[in-house]
């Protein structure tokens, strides 16, 4: 006999939502996705990562009134990577929907992805139909495609964003994985086979500020392409071995008179070949090890509304300042 597919409309979901300095945001956001979603056995997990707004003060409004409103305050802003790794740790439900605070993902848009979740899907991409973003955006995204997926050959769901369901355990494994170039939507397949994409819209943000700079999106993509395959490295080593045969013949061809340089010049040039290849080599030693390493902690918790672990926390004691500025329950591993 086989079992029912457990899917998100019949087990229940929880909705992750990171944020960062989304004041405006967190009431607007609240509405829509309960509005949407209520049918379903819900969890909204709301992720302050170290705002600096009245963020937190709009969360803790939130799960004051709605126990299905569940929360972590950030000790400093740990980034969004982050953010969503701490939602996928501690979400309760078999299913978590990842929503940005920002709008920019119509709620409504959820129905689609769970319908395709329901088919058998581990895990369920949203990709935007009509991407309302500034230009320099959308152009950076296709070459962060077209030289991942393409060029390198690294297993990426085509057109893939953050708007996603995947099944919570599946989550939680690549959280726990630790990856020293953590890289969500690559991780992802290098796990199950069973994920698929579904078409979204998309709207332009119309409240706050975009949080993620082109800076970070660059260096967040070329952690993925020396993370997550060599191509990259070997074609650096190679180029550099290529150049050190070439600098050898060209100071053999000066030493021996041809291009008429002293010995000074043919030695350092030599030299300076060697070089080269030793730090190409170096680097690339350094950049394929280390991204293999596991990375340590990557957030601290201040405060919150469910039990976490005491690993997860900055203070493990009471703050003097009294119970408003720290809600976090004694985590596993704690004695009463
Ligand atoms: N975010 C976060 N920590 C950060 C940056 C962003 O939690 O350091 C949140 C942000 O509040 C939003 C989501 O991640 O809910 C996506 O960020 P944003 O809208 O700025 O990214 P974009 O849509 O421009 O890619
Ligand atoms: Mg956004």
Not at 244 to 253: I, K, P, Q, T
Request: glycine residues 8%.
């Amino acid at each position: 006999m086989t079992r029912a597919f457990p899917g998100p409309a019949t087990c229940g979901l929880t909705v992750v939502i990171p944020c960062f300095n989304e004041v405006d945001n967190v009431g607007p956001s609240y509405r829509e996705i309960t509005n949407e979603l209520s049918d379903y056995s819900l969890e909204l997990f709301y992720i302050d990562d170290g705002s600096t707004d009245g963020t937190l003060g709009e969360i803790r409004t939130l799960a004051a009134a709605d126990p299905r409103v569940r929360y972590v305050s950030f000790s400093r802003n740990f980034g969004f990577e982050a953010a969503f790794s701490a939602g996928y740790r501690y979400a309760s439900q078999p299913w978590v929907l990842h929503i940005d605070a920002d709008q920019q993902f119509p709620a409504a848009e959820s129905h689609k992805l769970i319908a395709a979740a329901e088919q058998g899907y581990d895990a369920v991409f949203g990709v935007r139909t009509n991407r309302q973003d500034p230009r320099l955006r959308r152009w950076g995204t296709a070459a962060f495609h077209f030289i991942g997926a393409r060029l390198l050959r690294i297993e990426i769901p085509p057109g893939a964003t953050a708007f996603r369901l995947v099944r919570a355990e599946l989550a939680r494994k690549i959280v726990d994985l630790r990856l020293g170039t953590p890289y969500f939507l690559a991780t992802v397949p290098r796990l199950t086979s069973r994920y698929t994409c579904v078409q979204v819209a998309h709207r332009a943000r119309e409240r706050g500020e975009s949080k993620v700079g082109m800076s970070f999106l660059s260096s967040h993509a070329i952690e993925l392409f020396v993370g997550f395959t060599r191509r990259l490295t070997t074609v650096a080593s190679a180029t550099a071995l290529f150049a050190a045969g070439f600098g050898v013949l060209a100071a053999a061809a000066a030493a021996s008179g041809l291009l008429g340089s002293s010995a000074t010049a043919v030695t350092l040039f030599m030299l300076l070949t060697v070089l080269l290849l030793v730090l190409s080599l170096t680097v690339r030693y350094l950049v394929v090890v280390g991204a293999g390493q596991p990375k340590p902690r990557q957030f601290y918790i201040r405060e919150a509304n469910v039990v976490v672990d005491v690993e997860d926390r900055l203070f493990t004691t009471e703050d003097p300042e009294g119970p408003r500025r720290i809600d976090v329950q004694l985590g596993k591993g704690i004695s009463a």
